[in-house]
């Protein structure tokens, strides 16, 4: 090909296509899921194939790393001498904008790791008194705080489930995101299964160079991490990483950090920043809560029904599905006080089942002097154990499947299950304390 001829993008897209074949070959399948994944051809012109990457920091962190390999391919499969050049979406060779790159990139994808719900918006989010100090909070770390004041960092939002915690920390990483900002937003679950990936990989630097890298880092679901000790200490470099470059974090709990069992390096590390507690609407702001997702929903309910509406507390998600319920029934022509009642009252008795599995599990741990995480967790110390064991006993005594007292005991198999039962109920045979914290259960 002359110096400066310039091939159609489709021709650009197919080479770049047969790399990516070969490259999946050549490096890890982390290296490849973290980088690669999702890359694009932009043009080929003048002894180079421009590709975009899904964002600016994994640009440069592919001109520095894969960029000889990746050339190496392409130059084997134009069958000459190629380089391949990485840039932020939207870039091209000189500033302009080839026809591939003027498609905007996709808005369900990333800026860095994990994905962001791109319902949950900051707009979205409303403000009360039992939520106001962990906006500003969070606010304060994608500089939207009002007035400005310097970011505390990491800010640790806490409450019961459906508080409304994953919407604050989801709406905070997509504003950092508007911003141009590399961004992880994982929860719990997705930050251990993309560490322990790394560890299975061989790429553990690979994973450290992408999650300490961003800007902005959101965990949520931090109690799902209790008594993983490799995971928790891989977070607490991470959060150290973070902050000595600049950047911020902020994570989701449903307890505060000292109540979890964390490891005291990492719960000081998180007390020493914000932590603030979410806490359920006032009436009022209930009532003006549902009435801002009515407009949203196009739909008039009669004020008989917002009254019995707004007159239920709860967290945030169970006041947004009784408004969710009695909008199904006026779109049904079915909307009157007694199916009303009964469609509230079945969502009631859902809600108070979980609180009541929940308050046996945190009585329990009690009882053994633990954190109600370290049940949920895979900490292996005898009164972990020993706890875990009752616990599964007492939520079988209570009328819980085994695959639910799995679920609630930190997502384990309903196998497992089934023998954390029957220890529990050997254990509690030849103990009377806790034959009564089974009866209690």
């Known amino acids: ?50 590709v975009e990457a899904g964002s600016a920091f994994r640009a440069d962190w592919l001109n520095g790393n894969l960029a000889a390999l990746a050339s190496h391919c392409v130059s084997e499969l134009a069958r000459e001498p190629l380089s391949a050049r990485f840039v932020a979406p939207g870039a091209a060779r000189g500033g302009e ?40 909070g969070c606010l304060g770390l994608v500089g939207e705080a009002e007035p400005a004041a310097p970011a505390i960092s990491p800010v640790v939002v806490h409450g019961e489930p459906g508080a409304g915690k994953t919407h604050l920390l989801h709406g905070i990483a997509r504003a950092a995101r508007e911003r141009g900002w590399p961004v992880a937003c994982l929860s719990g679950e997705g930050f251990t299964m993309r560490y322990q990936r790394a560890l299975r990989d061989g790429a553990v630097e690979a994973f450290q160079d992408a999650v300490r890298g961003v800007r902005l880092l959101i965990v949520d679901d931090l109690h799902d991490l209790v008594g993983k000790q490799g995971t928790l200490r891989e977070l607490l470099h991470t959060l150290d990483a973070v902050a000595h470059a600049g950047g911020g974090a902020a994570l989701g709990s449903e307890a505060r950090p000292r109540e979890l069992g964390l490891p005291e390096r990492l719960s000081s590390r998180l007390e020493a920043g914000l932590v603030a507690n979410v806490t359920p609407f006032a ?61 509230l009252g079945a969502a009631e008795l859902r809600e108070c089942g979980m609180e009541t599995a929940k308050a046996a599990i945190a009585r329990i741990a009690a009882h053994f002097a633990l954190a109600a995480g370290e049940l949920e967790g895979r900490a292996r110390t005898r009164e972990a154990t020993r706890a875990r064991a009752v616990a599964a006993a007492a939520l079988r005594e209570g009328g819980r499947s085994h695959a639910e007292v799995g679920a609630l005991l930190g997502g384990r198999a309903r196998g497992t299950a089934v023998g954390l039962a029957e220890r529990g109920r050997d254990l509690a045979a030849n103990d009377p304390a806790l034959a009564a914290l089974l009866r209690a259960g």
Not at 111 to 134: D, E, P, Q, V
Request: net charge positive; proline share 6%.
């Open 97 to 136: 904008r080839t026809a591939t790159a003027a498609a905007p990139a996709n808005a369900d994808e990333p800026a860095a790791l994990g994905r962001i719900n791109r319902a949950f918006t900051l707009k979205r989010y409303f403000r009360s008194h039992g939520n106001a100090l962990a906006l500003d």
């Open 283 to 343: 009436p009022a702001e209930r009532r003006a809560f549902i009435e801002a997702r009515l407009r949203e929903l196009r739909l008039a309910l009669p004020p008989w029904c917002i009254d019995q509406l707004a007159s239920r507390p709860g967290p945030a998600r169970a006041t947004l599905g009784n408004v969710h319920a009695a909008a199904a029934l006026q779109r049904q022509g079915e909307l009157d006080e007694l199916r009303l009642a009964a469609a």
């Open 1 to 50: 090909m002359p110096e400066q001829e310039r091939s159609e993008p489709r021709d650009a897209a197919r080479l770049w296509e047969a790399a990516l074949g070969r490259l999946q070959i050549e490096v890890s399948r982390a290296n490849f899921e973290t980088w690669l994944r999702g890359t694009r051809a932009l043009a080929r012109e003048g002894g180079a194939l421009t």
